[in-house]
Nanobody, 123 residues
Framework: EVRAAESGGDSVQAGGSLRLSCVAS????????MGWYRQPPGKLREFVSG???????KYADSVKGRFTISQDIDQNTIYLQMTDLNPNDTAKYYC?????????????????WGRGTMVTVSS
């Protein structure tokens, strides 16, 4: 069973930095996409950043220039380095592991969410 587990959430002051981690488990030798989403209190979940199976990265406009996603392929892990945080970044951050509609050869279709890690930014 494929799983995703996030860590690194915390409470910080505006202008501060945090690094989130997401470790995926339950598979080997498959290159899946992994991404970060967030859900602010009382709002819908939104895309933050992701790395697709080819290694290409994407960012939401609201975090470009402040957040950086990186990947350790061997460890099935992604990181989200967040800098210059502001109260609008307050949210529960979720990791998603996905195969897309065409899984890599020999790999299963996967779309799995972690339980999330909370980031609170105070002004």
């Amino acid at each position: 069973e494929v799983r995703a587990a996030e860590s690194g959430g915390d409470s910080v002051q505006a202008g501060g930095s945090l690094r989130l981690s997401c470790v995926a488990s339950g598979y080997t030798n498959c290159r899946y996409g992994m991404g970060w989403y967030r859900q602010p209190p009382g709002k819908l979940r939104e895309f933050v950043s992701g790395v697709d199976p080819t290694g290409d990265t994407k960012y939401a406009d609201s975090v470009k220039g402040r957040f950086t996603i990186s990947q350790d392929i061997d460890q099935n892990t992604i990181y989200l380095q967040m800098t210059d945080l502001n109260p609008n970044d307050t949210a529960k951050y979720y990791c998603k592991v996905y195969s897309g509609t065409r899984p890599p050869p020999g790999c299963k279709f996967v779309e799995v969410w972690g339980r999330g890690t909370m980031v609170t930014v105070s002004s």
